[in-house]
C-alpha cells in the first residue's frame, strides 16, 4: 500500500481526531472558568471539576500545558484578554484543534494519510511542542510560573 493511499489505521486516527476535535469544542462552549481558576459546567454551578494538571496538585508547579484548558474556555467566550493571561499558546492549540475538522475531513476525504504531507503534519507538531515548552521555559525564567 502507497504511503499516501490512506490506511486502516489513519483512517480510524483521522475519525478519533475529529471526534475529540468535537468533544474539545462542545465542552469549551459548555465550560465556565470560575473566580477561584477552577472548571465547571455552565449548567452545575458551584460544581467545579476535579485539578486536571497534576503537576500542580501535587508538587505545586506548572507543566507546559497548565491553563491551555482555561485559554480555550475563555477563548469559546470570547474573552481573548484572559485566554492569553491563562496561557500565551491557548489560541494557537484552537486553531490546532479547529483546523482538525478540515485536515482529518479532507484526509478521509481524498483517502489519503497526510493529506497536506508527512512533513507537514511532523513540523506542525514539533512546532507545538517546541511553543509549550518555550512559553513554559520563558514562564520559568521570569518567576511567572
Not at 44 to 54: K, N, Q, V
Request: aromatic share 14%.
Amino acid at each position: 500500500m502507497n504511503d499516501e493511499t490512506l490506511s486502516k489505521g489513519r483512517r480510524s486516527r483521522h475519525r478519533t481526531m475529529l471526534a475529540v476535535a468535537c468533544c474539545v469544542v462542545a465542552l469549551a462552549i459548555q465550560l465556565h472558568v470560575r473566580g477561584d481558576e477552577r472548571i465547571e459546567f455552565r449548567w452545575l454551578p458551584g460544581i467545579p471539576l476535579p485539578e486536571s494538571c497534576w503537576s500542580k496538585a501535587y508538587f505545586g508547579f506548572r507543566c507546559p500545558g497548565c491553563g491551555l484548558t482555561r485559554s480555550v474556555v475563555y477563548l469559546a467566550q470570547g474573552d481573548w484578554c484572559n485566554s492569553f493571561a491563562e496561557h500565551r499558546i491557548g489560541f494557537i492549540m484552537a486553531l490546532v484543534i479547529l483546523a482538525q475538522f478540515p485536515y482529518c475531513g479532507a484526509a478521509l476525504y481524498f483517502e489519503k494519510n497526510y493529506p497536506l504531507g508527512r512533513p507537514f503534519a511532523s513540523f506542525v507538531a514539533y512546532a507545538l511542542i517546541a511553543l509549550l515548552m518555550g512559553n513554559w521555559l520563558y514562564d520559568l525564567l521570569t518567576g511567572a510560573a
